[in-house]
């Protein structure tokens, strides 16, 4: 049975962002989006709330949900225009990382990681000799297994990345016993198998490419931890995202000196399991593979890896997070750090508030507000609040009950999807329990 969870994102009376799992919806009548989008319609009338107070909707970017012709969202939008559709940002990023992971060299590496990951922890066999050889040879690592570095879990494969480097010698000894076979103990499979795996990962351009790709997403993983907190907002994740873009930039800039202790970390990687630099050639004709002339085996690795992979994964970002609700951004500059720094922030938090002139209490009095907000901030003694979960609860309702209600309505704008994931990963659970009960 097909089942889309609903989860509700709201601002709470205590002025806390909360977001609440309500149930699954079966989805008898079809996947379309105009099937969905009714699903969802009755369900929020089920609950007895107004569909007029929704301002804004989270989903994946999948064809039935975000389509722009007939998706969930766009159908739900032509019914209430103030329910913004926003593309789960932890999916965006997760697209980011992805496109960005399909240039060759990279998507290679990325294949021979997961390969290897599954060969060990889908064998117990295997996965336990490669348990005894970390503890053996790394008795202070962290993990006793490796990580599958899969596509759509975003920790994971960042994670996975650096539980490989930290015992990639323990792994080439494995493949080494099993090459061997010295015991008779490994099957034909086994031993071809660790064979093909031993020499991919002997090979420095794959060394390098983990190392360089390794240490490029772990710029990424603060944000993508953050993107996965229940009361993350969306301008937190708007100045975050901007904090990862200049890292990326600033990496980028300064690239000599980044992919020169990257490089270094992977010459050590090799020297421990005992490969040294090295290229391929370069000929004066190549379809198959980089023919990048250059004048030494670093300077080689940075033209086909390091400055590939960086222009490509902050082209993405740039790209994909571009300011599509724009309306919503013009809402960040009643935020105090703007009104005392951005000459122009009442013009643009005006044309926020006027998308939601109708749900003001008393809009006749905006201006009024505005200018008092501006003096309040200025006569502010402790530090200013960076977050909209630190702001709202400083807001006097009395005081400022236009500006309230709308920072209300920018922190109630979804950001992203995680905790509907975390409830379709639940129904596993759900579900085995269900069935190994007998019914009363």
């Given at each position: ?8 994102r ?10 609440l ?5 079966p ?7 105009e ?12 609950l ?23 998706g ?57 000799v ?90 990424t ?15 937190a ?9 200049l ?5 980028r ?54 400055i ?66 501006e003096d ?26 236009n ?38």
């Amino acid at each position: 049975m097909e089942q889309m969870p609903l989860v509700l994102r709201f601002v709470n009376d205590n002025c806390e962002i909360c977001k609440l799992f309500f149930g699954f919806i079966p989805c008898d009548s079809g996947l379309s989006g105009e099937a969905i989008g009714s699903q969802i319609l009755n369900s929020i009338k089920d609950l007895g709330l107004e569909m007029k107070f929704c301002v804004g909707q989270g989903y994946d970017g999948a064809g039935n949900m975000a389509g722009n012709c007939s998706g969930a969202a766009v159908r739900i939008k032509a019914i209430y225009p103030k329910a913004l559709y926003v593309h789960c940002g932890s999916h965006v990023l997760n697209l980011c990382v992805a496109n960005a992971c399909n240039i060759q060299i990279v998507s290679n590496m990325m294949s021979n990681v997961r390969v290897i990951s599954q060969f060990f922890n889908f064998s117990p066999k295997r996965f336990d000799v490669l348990k005894k050889k970390i503890e053996e040879m790394f008795p202070k690592a962290h993990h006793s297994r490796l990580i599958d570095v899969c596509r759509t879990r975003w920790i994971a494969r960042i994670d996975g990345l650096d539980v490989f480097i930290e015992v990639l010698p323990a792994i080439i000894k494995c493949f080494e016993l099993m090459i061997n076979n010295n015991e008779k103990s490994w099957n034909h499979d086994s031993v071809r198998d660790a064979n093909s795996y031993f020499f991919a990962t002997r090979s420095f351009q794959f060394l390098v490419t983990l190392v360089v790709v390794s240490r490029c997403l772990e710029v990424t993983r603060p944000i993508t931890k953050q993107f996965q907190s229940p009361n993350f907002d969306v301008f937190a994740s708007h100045e975050k995202i901007n904090l990862l873009h200049l890292a990326l930039q600033q990496l980028r800039s300064d690239i000599e000196h980044s992919h020169g202790a990257w490089y270094s970390e992977a010459v050590l990687l090799g020297a421990s399991v005992g490969v040294y630099e090295h290229k391929p050639r370069t000929i004066g004709k190549q379809l198959n593979r980089n023919n990048c002339p250059s004048e030494s085996i670093n300077e080689y690795y940075k033209k086909v890896i390091t400055i590939p992979f960086l222009d490509h994964l902050s082209s993405q970002i740039q790209l994909r997070f571009s300011n599509k609700n724009i309306a919503v951004y013009n809402g960040f500059f009643a935020t105090p750090t703007n009104v005392l720094n951005v000459a122009e922030w009442r013009s643009n938090f005006l044309l926020f508030s006027n998308e939601y002139e109708d749900e003001l209490p008393e809009p006749r009095y905006i201006m009024t507000e505005l200018n008092m907000w501006e003096d309040y901030w200025r006569s502010f003694k402790n530090s200013l609040p960076t977050t909209l979960t630190k702001l709202l609860p400083l807001i006097d309702r009395i005081t400022f009950p236009n500006i309230f209600t709308l920072i209300q309505i920018l922190a109630t704008i979804p950001v992203t999807t995680c905790t509907c994931e975390r409830s379709i990963s639940v129904i596993r659970r759900l579900k085995t329990y269900l069935r190994s009960t007998d019914p009363i």
